[in-house]
């Protein structure tokens, strides 16, 4: 199998490496890819985002299968446009990945189907979000862009006046575009986080090991918002009880009312869960791989991953028996300093090898470019630094061994990640 990877990060790089282990698969090819994903696949300088540009890219290699990683281009419908030409594609069409696309979508499907999540209501009128917040008094106070917004459209206000102030950034001034005129407004849930991405074909559901995401920029959860800074897998929070509930109450509710609404989901489904002392809830949905969760999921996969794309696409997921390691895994994300905000680009990283990869540990490029054979910085998230190992513990300790060997001026990276955990 020939397989073209659509995105250019941290995960697609994880995707790519999982499928470079397949014997099903002979080439891999990725756009836009980077300087990672350049040892592993040829890429071509195609923007994700760029539906007909990638169309005319499969035309021209021809590959057996497509694979869209990125929300954006999944939300856009480039699973659609792609099999319309005739191509395999793994992901959710547009109609299901509506669920990541929407949060009103996402939270009236699960008041519908009595999916566990946060009390919300909808609003697209200033005065009529504000009336709300008075009325429920109670902080702090989610706020959440309807659409897509690089993970940076919620706000937790700690009280009424940067609830209102949320609510003004995105209805009024337009903070988010088109993807905040629209506004959900949601209970706080106190509890842990857990992630679980899960195979589905849209009839039967299969989750994968669990995992912790680590969203703030600095250590002790400190910091703004980021797409992850670093995750661990699996999550010693998530038990089997909690599991076994997952799938009863939330994993297999969501397929069956995807379906119901002639919205099949087939892909790989994110399940952002709070653990709250009522149980487990849904925080949000992606219809897509995590970034940085894939990292440290795919690492513990011993089941090809070609193959159950295939069994996804012919609808078969059920038949298939997924094997797991018992292992543990890490990722500690290395980043630019200011990242999420302002940061700069193009600095040279030293410490990698001339594949970009390291002793002791999986680098997975997220944020670089190869330029006269040396790795350049080339975003916000630059490199997860992944180790795998028999205990949560000896996985940390290889993966930020292996960070210590390897530095671009300005780097920071989190030094507790997983330490709730061990
Ligand atoms: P989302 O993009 O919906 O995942 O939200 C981003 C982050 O905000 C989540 O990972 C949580 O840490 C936090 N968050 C979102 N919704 C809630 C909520 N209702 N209660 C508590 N925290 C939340
Ligand atoms: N790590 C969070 C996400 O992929 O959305």
Same mark, same amino acid.
């Given at each position: ?5 659509? &995105? ?16 099903? !698969? ?6 836009? #890819? $980077?300087?990672?994903?350049? =040892? ?34 999944? !939300?856009? #419908? ?40 946060? =009390?919300?209501? !909808? ?6 979000? %504000? ?8 902080? /702090? ?29 995105? *209805? ?12 959900? %407004? ?7 986080? !857990?992630?679980? +991405? ?8 299969? /989750? ?11 250590? $002790?959860?400190?910091? *703004? $918002? ?7 897998? /699996? ?5 089997? @009880? ?19 609404? #002639? ?20 925080? @949000? ?6 970034? /940085? ?6 690492? +513990? *996969? ?19 028996? %997924? ?14 300093? #200011?990242?999420? @905000? ?17 002793? &002791? ?8 470019? *190869? ?6 910085? =080339? ?13 949560? @513990? ?29």
């Amino acid at each position: 199998m020939n397989i073209l990877i659509v &995105g250019g990060g941290g995960r697609e790089h994880a995707i790519a490496a999982a499928l470079a282990k397949s014997p099903k !698969v002979d080439k891999l090819y990725c756009a836009p #890819g $980077n300087g990672g994903i350049s =040892a592993l696949a040829e890429c071509f300088p195609v923007k994700a985002t760029d539906i007909d540009g990638m169309v005319e890219l499969a035309k021209k290699v021809n590959p057996d299968y497509v694979f869209v990683a990125p929300d954006d281009p999944l !939300v856009m #419908g480039m699973v659609d446009r792609m099999e319309a030409e005739g191509f395999k594609t793994f992901g959710p069409r547009a109609n299901a990945a509506i669920l990541e696309g929407s949060k009103s979508f996402s939270k009236g499907l699960m008041k519908k189907y009595g999916i566990p999540t946060a =009390a919300y209501e !909808v609003f697209t009128d200033e005065d009529k979000a %504000i009336e709300y917040i008075k009325s429920q008094n109670s902080y /702090p106070a989610v706020i959440k862009a309807d659409g897509l917004a690089l993970g940076k459209g919620v706000i937790i206000a700690k009280d009424f006046e940067e609830a209102k102030a949320a609510v003004h950034s995105m *209805l009024v001034d337009g903070k988010f575009g088109k993807s905040g005129s629209e506004i959900v %407004i949601e209970e706080f849930m106190d509890g842990t986080e !857990v992630t679980v +991405l899960a195979f589905t074909d849209g009839k039967s559901v299969k /989750p994968m090991i669990s995992s912790m995401d680590h969203k703030r920029a600095y250590d $002790n959860d400190e910091g *703004l $918002n980021t797409g992850g800074m670093g995750t661990i897998a /699996p999550n010693p929070l998530y038990t089997p @009880e909690i599991a076994t509930e997952c799938m009863e109450k939330i994993f297999i509710p969501t397929i069956k009312a995807m379906s119901a609404e #002639g919205r099949p989901f087939k892909g790989c489904l994110y399940f952002g869960l709070m653990l709250t002392s009522k149980g487990a809830k849904v925080v @949000e949905y992606n219809c897509r791989f995590g970034d /940085p969760e894939t990292q440290v999921v795919l690492p +513990l *996969l011993e089941t090809d991953l070609a193959e159950i794309m295939e069994a996804i696409t012919e609808e078969r997921l059920g038949g298939l028996d %997924i094997k797991w390691s018992d292992k543990s895994c890490a990722c500690v994300v290395m980043a630019s300093g #200011g990242y999420p @905000e302002k940061y700069e680009t193009g600095k040279p990283i030293s410490g990698l090898d001339e594949k970009g990869q390291t002793a &002791g540990a999986y680098v997975y490029h997220a944020g670089t470019k *190869l330029e006269g054979g040396k790795y350049l910085t =080339a975003g916000g998230r630059v490199l997860g630094i992944t180790a795998t190992g028999d205990r949560l @513990e000896s996985a940390l300790d290889s993966a930020y061994k292996a960070v210590e060997g390897i530095d671009f001026e300005k780097a920071h990276y989190r030094t507790d990640i997983g330490k709730k955990a061990l």
